[in-house]
Each structure stands twice: as C-alpha cells, then as structure tokens.
C-alpha cells in the first residue's frame, strides 16, 4: 500500500507559477512511477507528468517547456513546478503512484489539489 498526499494547488494569474507537493508514504520503495495528472469539469483525466524510476521523464504535449516535474527519493516526494501558467491548466491535480511488486502492478492515487488559473 502507498499513500500520497498533494499540496500547493490554489489560485493564480495567468502567466504565473505554483509549485505542488506529493508526499509518498507506505510501501514507497515498490514504486515504479510517479506522476502528475489533472481533470476539468470540462475534460477527461489526463496525464500532465510522469517520472519513470530509471530518472526518464515524459509530459503532455500542452505542457511541454512550461511544467518541471521532479522526483525526491531521499523526502519520498514528486514535485511539479507549473510555470507561464494558463486559463486552460485550471483543474484538479492528482498524483499517483504504481509499484510492481512480483509483477503485479498497482496504481494509487492521492486525493487532488485544486489549481485554478484566473485573472
């Protein structure tokens, strides 16, 4: 079992920054991948970015250049620095975590973090 919990979501204008946290806890060293993705009212969930445990690094295309994902084995935390943000990134933020353990994969989920782009 491995428990996350997100932090840093809130209100900004557009073209400005946050920064969000997600701290893991739990069985933390089967975790494979760890992501961020993010749901609209208005749009299915999607993935934004995930961080493979070999270091590679994967984004969506709308967030190419803007959004920095980053991985803290030693604070067992994944961070994603949102920047030149957008009325469009307004949504919930989720991370998630899968671990394979004797080759059964899981994927866990923390509960989300509002982020809300607006002038």
């Known amino acids: 079992q491995v428990q996350l919990v997100e932090s840093g979501g809130g209100l900004v204008q557009p073209g400005g920054s946050l920064r969000l946290s997600c701290a893991a806890s739990g069985n933390i060293s089967s975790i494979n991948v760890m992501g961020w993705y993010r749901q609209s009212p208005v749009s299915p969930r999607e993935m934004v970015a995930v961080?493979?445990?070999?270091?590679?690094?994967s984004y969506a295309n709308s967030v190419k250049g803007r959004f920095t994902i980053s991985r803290d084995n030693a604070e067992n935390a994944v961070y994603l620095q949102m920047n030149s943000l957008k009325p469009e990134d307004t949504a919930v933020y989720f991370c998630k975590a899968t671990t394979i353990v004797r080759f059964k994969v899981s994927d866990y989920w923390g509960q989300g973090t509002q982020v809300t782009v607006s002038a």
């Open positions: 961080t493979i445990s070999d270091g590679r690094v």
